[in-house]
């Protein structure tokens, strides 16, 4: 794995090496989250998010193939700080309804964050007329808008 970004395509693999690691954090705190809410709505959006985290994991896997690159996931400081809120924010919620609301709002955040990733992933592929991973990664934002 290489410590410094010298071409547009270093940056891409370090890019989507930090949303691989942000995928599989996120998944397995909203696995565990999934028990402190009471809404059968918000636990189906948790639902309908961990299966497409699922999918999304594959084509990232799909497009460092691509590139040729290990698909090792780089630590996300932004993912652990918006997981470190969350749960912040669910342990001080007073009221089981009030936990549903902000875990929706919790989870739209890491959803703006992660669209916002990902089309920069998009552009930078899209520079280097990477067709293919440009492809897949557009498929990734079409599950995450």
């Known amino acids: 794995m290489k410590n410094t970004i010298k071409t547009l395509q270093d940056a891409l693999?370090?890019?989507l090496?930090?949303?691989l690691y942000a995928e599989d954090k996120v998944s397995d705190e909203f696995m565990q989250c999934r028990?402190?809410?009471?809404?059968?709505?918000v636990k189906k959006v948790i639902q309908t998010y961990l299966n497409n985290a699922?999918?999304?994991k594959l084509k990232l896997e799909r497009v460092f193939n691509y590139l040729m690159v290990e698909p090792v996931a780089r630590k996300n400081?932004?993912?652990?700080?918006?997981?470190?809120?969350?749960?912040?924010?669910l342990t001080y919620a007073s009221s089981p309804?009030?936990?549903d609301i902000l875990m929706l709002g919790c989870i739209k955040n890491i959803n703006a964050y992660k669209t916002a990733s990902?089309?920069?992933?998009?552009?930078?592929?899209?520079?280097l007329e990477m067709d293919t991973p440009?492809?897949?990664?557009?498929?990734?934002?079409?599950w995450e808008v």
């Open 13 to 15: 693999s370090y890019h």
């Open 17 to 19: 090496q930090r949303m």
């Open 35 to 41: 028990h402190h809410i009471s809404s059968d709505g």
């Open 54 to 56: 699922e999918n999304v």
């Open 77 to 89: 400081e932004v993912i652990d700080k918006m997981i470190e809120e969350t749960q912040h924010l």
């Open 97 to 99: 309804h009030l936990k």
């Open 118 to 127: 990902y089309q920069t992933s998009y552009l930078i592929a899209a520079e």
């Open 134 to 142: 440009a492809d897949l990664i557009q498929q990734v934002l079409e």
